[in-house]
């Protein structure tokens, strides 16, 4: 983080001076324009009246041309200024980044070049999309010919366009999408018709005593959400009492707190990308975050490695010479190890629930089904000694806890 920003710094540095640049070259272009103005009406007049040119004329004509050049000179000078804080952000980037990250790894570890390229490009693409910039996801898909069905953009296409009227304060094409999509969205456990209903109805009430008709009308679309919210919808029916009064006086107030649109547009997100299959965060962003995270784990590693001639060490595409430990944001699947086996359950060997509640992996399931079938099998087997084992150490815990809740 101290190095981005240092960064950051000089990257200040130089947006600040693009603005007093930008400012004083308009500035004087403006009282430049406005001079050479004034002396073309006097010409335009001399010229109309048929008299030759005076040589005062012509000594302002002179000063004229001399502040031109002079008003060029320092300006471009001034824009050579800027370069030079340019290429310290360059240096600056070079002072604190490891230029040869891309060598963390060997190229035996990679897909090859174009399979990284076509990732990459994807990878920007959909993050473009996500974030709503269109017109530049299409450009990129243009100048790299790459592919993108149409079923892939409709997504993202419909996700900002609705995203757009909420931060517009328009509610229309969220609550259609929302009642089209009810079942499923019911079926996740989501509130979003609801918070979006009752938005509209604040929406209403914010109109004063002359939309007490149109609100209560409206407050028939409640009634599905009765069971659930009951809570809420009192509050919001009991703010009809102060609407005459006025409600940013009375204690309704909240309701009219603008941060409701930020958390619908929120919620909006998070439930559409769940129904749509699309992640609230794009991969390159995650990617990019965890990133920030390991390589300086893993440029330390490298450098270990070179340093003990430990050739080897890292040849798997799938994992990590070392556990790099990225936060709880970055977890998105559990992992469960078998306290059987010890070992990591996977799609070949999923997690499996016995009946006394106990969940081991099917591998070690199968040993102590084996174990108890062949009858020749030592009973110290090690699997089976450590299940038992196991089992024996949650009963006594479950046996002891009962004992002290009886006390």
């Given at each position: 983080?101290?190095?981005?920003?240092?960064?950051?710094?000089?990257?200040?540095?130089?947006?600040?001076?693009?603005?007093?640049?930008?400012?004083?070259?308009?500035?004087?272009?403006?009282?430049?324009?406005?001079?050479?103005?004034?002396?073309?009406?006097?010409?335009?007049?001399?010229?109309?009246?048929?008299?030759?040119?005076?040589?005062?004329?012509?000594?302002?004509?002179?000063?004229?041309?001399?502040?031109?050049?002079?008003?060029?000179?320092?300006?471009?000078?001034?824009?050579?200024?800027?370069?030079?804080?340019?290429?310290?952000?360059?240096?600056a980037i070079d002072r604190n980044f490891d230029s040869e990250v891309c060598g963390v790894v060997s190229d035996a570890v990679w897909d090859s070049r174009e399979k990284?390229?076509?990732?990459?490009?994807?990878?920007?693409?959909?993050?473009?999309?996500?974030?709503?910039?269109?017109?530049?996801?299409?450009?990129?898909?243009?100048?790299?010919?790459?592919?993108?069905?149409?079923?892939?953009?409709?997504?993202?296409?419909?996700?900002?366009?609705?995203?757009?009227?909420?931060?517009?304060?328009?509610?229309?094409?969220?609550l259609e999408w929302a009642i089209s999509h009810r079942q499923r969205l019911l079926e996740l456990n989501s509130s979003l018709e609801f918070k979006l209903h009752r938005l509209y109805?604040?929406?209403?009430?914010?109109?004063?005593?002359?939309?007490?008709?149109?609100?209560?009308?409206?407050?028939?679309?409640?009634?599905?959400?009765?069971?659930?919210?009951?809570?809420?919808?009192?509050?919001?029916?009991?703010?009809?009492?102060?609407?005459?009064?006025?409600?940013?006086?009375?204690?309704?107030?909240?309701?009219?707190?603008?941060?409701?649109?930020?958390?619908?547009?929120?919620?909006?997100?998070?439930?559409?990308?769940?129904?749509?299959?699309?992640?609230?965060?794009?991969?390159?962003?995650?990617?990019?975050?965890?990133?920030?995270?390991?390589?300086?784990?893993?440029?330390?590693?490298?450098?270990?490695?070179?340093?003990?001639?430990?050739?080897?060490?890292?040849?798997?595409?799938?994992?990590?010479?070392?556990?790099?430990?990225?936060?709880?944001?970055?977890?998105?699947?559990?992992?469960?190890?078998?306290?059987?086996?010890?070992?990591?359950?996977?799609?070949?060997?999923?997690?499996?629930?016995?009946?006394?509640?106990?969940?081991?992996?099917?591998?070690?399931?199968?040993?102590?089904?084996?174990?108890?079938?062949?009858?020749?099998?030592?009973?110290?087997?090690?699997?089976?000694?450590?299940?038992?084992?196991?089992?024996?150490?949650?009963?006594?815990?479950?046996?002891?806890?009962?004992?002290?809740?009886?006390?």
């Amino acid at each position: 983080m101290e190095q981005c920003e240092s960064v950051e710094r000089e990257v200040d540095k130089v947006l600040q001076k693009f603005l007093t640049y930008g400012q004083h070259c308009e500035q004087s272009l403006e009282e430049l324009l406005h001079y050479v103005g004034q002396l073309r009406a006097e010409l335009a007049s001399a010229a109309l009246q048929g008299t030759p040119l005076s040589a005062t004329l012509s000594l302002v004509m002179s000063q004229c041309c001399r502040k031109i050049k002079d008003t060029v000179q320092k300006l471009a000078s001034d824009h050579k200024d800027i370069h030079s804080s340019v290429s310290r952000v360059g240096k600056a980037i070079d002072r604190n980044f490891d230029s040869e990250v891309c060598g963390v790894v060997s190229d035996a570890v990679w897909d090859s070049r174009e399979k990284q390229q076509q990732i990459l490009q994807m990878a920007i693409v959909e993050h473009l999309y996500q974030q709503g910039m269109l017109s530049v996801a299409e450009e990129l898909c243009q100048e790299s010919t790459l592919n993108v069905d149409l079923d892939f953009k409709q997504p993202f296409l419909e996700l900002n366009r609705i995203l757009e009227a909420l931060h517009k304060h328009d509610l229309g094409p969220a609550l259609e999408w929302a009642i089209s999509h009810r079942q499923r969205l019911l079926e996740l456990n989501s509130s979003l018709e609801f918070k979006l209903h009752r938005l509209y109805f604040i929406h209403l009430l914010a109109g004063g005593p002359d939309k007490q008709l149109e609100a209560l009308s409206y407050a028939r679309h409640f009634q599905p959400f009765a069971r659930l919210h009951q809570r809420e919808i009192q509050v919001m029916m009991g703010s009809l009492v102060y609407l005459r009064l006025g409600l940013e006086k009375s204690p309704y107030c909240h309701l009219l707190d603008t941060s409701h649109w930020a958390e619908i547009c929120e919620t909006f997100t998070r439930d559409a990308c769940s129904l749509l299959g699309l992640s609230v965060e794009s991969p390159l962003s995650v990617s990019f975050a965890s990133g920030c995270v390991a390589l300086p784990v893993l440029m330390n590693i490298k450098a270990v490695i070179e340093q003990r001639q430990c050739t080897g060490v890292w040849s798997h595409k799938d994992e990590l010479p070392i556990e790099i430990e990225l936060g709880m944001k970055c977890w998105y699947h559990s992992v469960f190890a078998c306290p059987i086996l010890r070992q990591q359950t996977s799609d070949s060997n999923p997690p499996i629930k016995l009946i006394c509640g106990h969940v081991i992996s099917r591998d070690a399931l199968n040993k102590l089904i084996n174990g108890g079938k062949e009858e020749e099998k030592p009973a110290t087997d090690s699997s089976h000694f450590s299940l038992s084992i196991y089992f024996l150490h949650t009963s006594f815990l479950k046996l002891t806890a009962r004992k002290l809740n009886r006390k």
